[in-house]
């Protein structure tokens, strides 16, 4: 008669539900992964609605307004300005600050009583130089290069005098002008429209000897009125046969002085 079988002490049932203490590590481990998983797709779906932005331009003045073509075609009309003598537009295209040195009307004036030597000869630029915010514009007419500056102000470049220039328009117009006189750097003068130089008055005759003039007091008539010929002060060989009539407008004691017809 087999022996009765025994049941094994110690061993585990080899069926029926885990411990506890594994099923709660396994839902743990899964929540973990589902939670890592709603992460990363949420990252890319930002990342796809909003991608970063690219680095800034490291070249403020490589393009745009400060490019040599764009000075090119700003400065052109300042420069057809001067050349063909519209001064007081030429003035509109300066700085703010430049602009005090001389009122836009004594400017104006400055080139109707001293006019340049060259006139509507256009200014051809050859050359442009930019710095940032500044540009060096060199033009030529006539076989002559001038340079100018100009500065980058309210979006818009507009012209910066030198400073020989500034230290010249510290003195009055007339003295400017009278000095480019001297020097031979005044071109020839245009009368005002309706403006005519005045004449001497003709001193009138004596009825009784028409060699003999009325007015002893004009120095151009001769002293002995039965000789005509005969000069105002016989003992002076040198003096003037032109007339020395302070009263004559046309005779200026003061060469620096305009002729007539000519506002000062």
Request: charged share 15%.
């Amino acid at each position: 008669m087999p022996a009765p079988r025994r049941p094994h002490v110690g061993y585990p049932p080899q069926y029926g539900q885990p411990p506890r203490g594994e099923t709660g590590r396994g839902l743990a481990a899964i929540v973990i992964m589902a939670v890592g998983v709603a992460i990363g797709a949420l990252i890319t779906v930002l990342t796809v609605l909003n991608p970063p932005s690219s680095p800034p331009s490291t070249s403020p003045t490589g393009g745009g307004e400060h490019s040599e073509v764009s000075v090119r075609q700003a400065v052109q009309p300042a420069l057809d300005a001067y050349s063909s003598g519209l001064y007081g537009d030429f003035w509109d295209l300066w700085t703010v600050e430049a602009q005090g040195l001389i009122a836009r009307e004594e400017y104006v004036r400055l080139f109707e009583i001293c006019p340049p030597l060259q006139t509507n000869s256009p200014l051809a630029i050859s050359t442009v130089t930019v710095t940032g915010d500044s540009a060096r514009v060199e033009a030529a007419r006539l076989g002559e290069t001038t340079e100018f500056g100009f500065v980058f102000e309210s979006s818009a470049w507009r012209y910066e005098p030198s400073p020989e220039e500034r230290l010249t328009y510290q003195a009055p117009v007339d003295q400017i002008a009278a000095q480019r006189r001297a020097l031979g750097l005044c071109g020839a003068t245009t009368p005002s429209p309706g403006a005519t130089a005045p004449t001497a008055p003709t001193a009138p005759t004596n009825p009784g000897d028409p060699s003999a003039p009325t007015n002893p007091g004009d120095p151009s008539a001769p002293t002995n009125p039965g000789d005509p010929s005969a000069p105002t002060n016989p003992g002076d060989p040198s003096a003037p046969s032109g007339p020395t009539n302070p009263g004559d407008p046309s005779t200026p004691t003061n060469p620096d002085i305009q002729p007539p017809g000519f506002q000062q």
